[in-house]
């Protein structure tokens, strides 16, 4: 390959190309440069740089340009694009753990011989005292993204802090409105004064259609909390406890995920 920039002429050095792959991806390839008069390694390097840059940017974290004499009127400049693996994408779905009141459904009900067994809607654990309910793990899926920015600006980075423990106002990536909450991000710049952050998520999903005993109808979002309140209520000879109202609480704020960079 040739290329001119910056008042040089390129040529590819004969035989001067060299590969690698496997846990780092690197790529050589010299150049002799010249300029019709007295070359400037610094200057050679600078333009073959400006034109990587303008051509290749996505190249410009992983480029290193070295330059040198050849003689008054030739310059050598190498390339070199050094890709070593970043760390992949993490992500956990071990769950999270919440304490229900209500259950799914319930299977079935084993009264004592003799006895009649009160039937409580989904109410779990009750007793004269109230609804004691269980702990369960509910699904929850937490992951990471990587990237890399030439630069970012204060403002940036205090959009990203203000962003923390704020949950997806509009779709953004593969969720819909209140499935993503963001957990916060951190990162320093790397060896090419890059800065690397990565970005910590955590994901529910939409419920648009939730029962709780004879409560239909109710949606929630990813991240609302959804309680539920219980009556007592006579019902026949006894006083039952039973699902009286169901409440959807937002307890985060929300954000536009989209002034993060990383959709």
């Known amino acids: 390959m040739s290329f001119s920039a910056g ?3 390129f040529e590819t050095a004969a035989l001067s190309e060299k590969a690698s792959r496997g846990k780092s991806h690197s790529d050589f390839v010299a150049y002799v440069a010249t300029n019709g008069g007295a070359v400037d390694p610094a200057a050679a390097a600078s333009a073959a740089y400006g034109y990587y840059k303008a051509n290749f940017p996505d190249l410009i974290p992983y480029l290193q340009i070295d330059a040198e004499f050849i003689n008054a009127k030739h310059a050598l400049v190498s390339v070199t694009t050094n890709k070593t693996k970043l760390d992949p994408v993490s992500f956990n779905t071990t769950g999270a753990t919440t304490h229900l009141n209500q259950s799914l459904g319930t299977r079935g009900i084993y009264p004592a011989p ?3 067994a009160p039937i409580y809607q989904g109410a779990i654990g009750v007793s004269d005292s109230g609804v004691e309910g269980v702990d369960v793990t509910v699904p ?3 992951f990471s993204v990587r990237k890399k920015f ?17 949950t997806n106002s ?9 499935e993503a909450l963001f957990l916060g991000g951190e990162g320093g710049e790397d060896d090419q004064n890059w800065v690397d952050i990565t970005y910590h998520f955590a994901a529910r999903p939409n419920q648009p259609a939730l029962s709780v005993g004879a409560i239909s109808g109710i949606s929630k979002r990813g991240w609302d909390y959804l309680w539920v309140r219980h009556d007592e209520e006579v019902v026949g000879d006894r006083v039952l406890r ?15 995920f989209n002034a993060l960079g990383i959709n």
Do not use: C, H
């Open 150 to 166: 030439e630069w970012v600006s204060t403002a940036y980075l205090l959009a990203v802090v203000s962003m923390t423990g704020r």
């Open 140 to 142: 929850a899926f937490e």
């Open 114 to 116: 003799g006895k009649v």
């Open 170 to 178: 509009t779709n953004w990536s593969i969720f819909s409105p209140g």
């Open 7 to 9: 008042g040089y002429n």
């Open 242 to 256: 039973r699902p009286a109202a169901a409440y959807v609480e937002q307890v985060y704020p929300e954000g536009n």
